[in-house]
């Protein structure tokens, strides 16, 4: 762990000296949202819905990788199995079983989406979410109860503070009164 937090304060001072303030959860965050909301224009959601929805699994994201201290392979929603072939066990994680390993976070963002839009346990949820008829936080518990992760409160509480710390910093975004660059598809 205290190798994987060198490397992060190693690559923040990198990013700072070439002119980027933004910190280490500031590009993380911002690289996730853009690929999230790329992936999500592609599947033909429009752009503020595309923003809403990658600000749900953004927040996810968060909350799984705590931060994002705990990302590995491309895979902050920590997806288990394979993909492409590819997987790999997390020392950090104390148990046995594979996660999903990406090439990049372009592919991890069109897999994660793929599954919570499409996927048998996920779908249903997606969909309340993407027609208005539940909240962030009632998206997350439903993906919960649905195999996701301990229903617990405590789960959906921590979840839930997490949504006003990314709506704070993406606020502007979702009103579309602030162009990220590449988080749209030109042409």
Same mark, same amino acid.
């Given at each position: ?59 996810? *994201? ?30 950090? *994680? ?59 409160? *405590? ?33």
């Amino acid at each position: 762990m205290a190798v994987m937090v060198e490397a992060i304060r190693t690559f923040t001072l990198a990013r700072e000296r070439a002119g980027d303030t933004r910190g280490p959860w500031g590009w993380w965050a911002d690289s996730r949202f853009t690929a999230l909301v790329r992936a999500l224009e592609r599947t033909g959601a429009p752009l503020e819905l595309a923003r809403f929805c990658a600000s749900c699994i953004l927040v996810l *994201a968060t909350k799984e990788t705590g931060w994002p201290v705990r990302e590995w392979n491309f895979n902050p929603w920590n997806l288990r199995g394979q993909f492409g072939g590819y997987s790999a066990v997390r020392p950090d *994680a104390g148990v046995d079983h594979p996660f999903r390993a990406y090439p990049d976070i372009d592919a991890s963002a069109g897999d994660v989406i793929r599954v919570l839009s499409a996927g048998a346990r996920y779908r249903h949820a997606w969909s309340d979410l993407v027609r208005g008829r539940s909240t962030m936080v009632e998206w997350y518990a439903a993906i919960l109860e649905a195999g996701y992760g301990p229903p617990t409160q *405590a789960n959906i509480d921590e979840y839930s503070d997490l949504v006003g710390l990314v709506r704070q910093r993406y606020d502007a975004y979702l009103r579309g009164t602030i162009d990220v660059p590449g988080t749209h598809l030109e042409g």
